[in-house]
């Protein structure tokens, strides 16, 4: 068994959609035993490997990804990175502003680096969390590092870009 710590939102959502709950035990191939008071889900699974998967499963749903991306982490080719903006700074107005930054006006910051690494970014509490082939996460967490330490949006797709040309020849 396997124990997962997740925000209280992201569990009461669960509590509140049983459909969403089957969908998470199914891509995670586990049953999930949900704690609403202390935060955490079990995981109870047939064997270490299906817990094992689960717990990435879970830990990015938990993250804000919805549970059809954060099933591809079934895919031995896709992993989850978390960036942690507080270890850049723990100023909670700092936090915020690059939060809105990295989102973008009506999202297309974040739209924009996800289709340019073809991966998938979330946002969320004071993370940035990546899910993706390798290569797809190093140039997602290239354009998130330049926002977060400041550099504007056209570097960071200036560094993406320049990662990508160096990656085909």
Do not use: W
């Given at each position: 068994?396997?124990?997962?710590?997740?925000?209280?939102?992201?569990?009461?959502?669960?509590?509140?959609?049983?459909?969403?709950?089957?969908?998470?035990?199914?891509?995670?191939?586990?049953?999930?035993?949900?704690?609403?008071?202390?935060?955490?889900?079990?995981?109870?699974?047939?064997?270490?490997?299906?817990?094992?998967?689960?717990?990435?499963?879970?830990?990015?749903?938990?993250?804000?990804?919805?549970?059809?991306?954060?099933?591809?982490?079934?895919?031995?080719?896709?992993?989850?990175?978390?960036?942690?903006?507080?270890?850049?700074?723990?100023?909670?107005?700092?936090?915020?502003?690059?939060?809105?930054?990295?989102?973008?006006?009506?999202?297309?910051?974040?739209?924009?680096?996800?289709?340019?690494?073809?991966?998938?970014?979330?946002?969320?509490?004071?993370?940035?969390?990546?899910?993706?082939?390798?290569?797809?996460?190093?140039?997602?967490?290239?354009?998130?590092?330049?926002?977060?330490?400041?550099?504007?949006?056209?570097?960071?797709?200036?560094?993406?870009?320049?990662l990508k040309e160096k990656g085909t020849e």
């Amino acid at each position: 068994m396997e124990r997962v710590f997740i925000p209280k939102a992201r569990i009461m959502k669960l509590f509140g959609k049983r459909d969403l709950l089957e969908q998470l035990e199914h891509y995670s191939d586990c049953k999930l035993v949900l704690n609403k008071d202390e935060n955490y889900i079990d995981l109870i699974g047939k064997d270490a490997l299906s817990e094992y998967i689960a717990k990435d499963i879970v830990f990015a749903y938990g993250r804000g990804f919805d549970a059809s991306v954060a099933a591809k982490l079934r895919d031995d080719e896709y992993y989850l990175k978390v960036i942690d903006i507080r270890d850049y700074t723990r100023n909670s107005g700092r936090i915020k502003r690059i939060k809105s930054r990295l989102i973008g006006a009506r999202g297309r910051a974040r739209l924009n680096i996800e289709e340019m690494s073809s991966g998938y970014i979330s946002i969320y509490g004071d993370t940035v969390s990546i899910i993706g082939t390798t290569e797809q996460i190093k140039s997602a967490q290239i354009a998130a590092e330049t926002i977060i330490k400041g550099g504007s949006h056209k570097l960071a797709y200036k560094r993406m870009a320049s990662l990508k040309e160096k990656g085909t020849e």
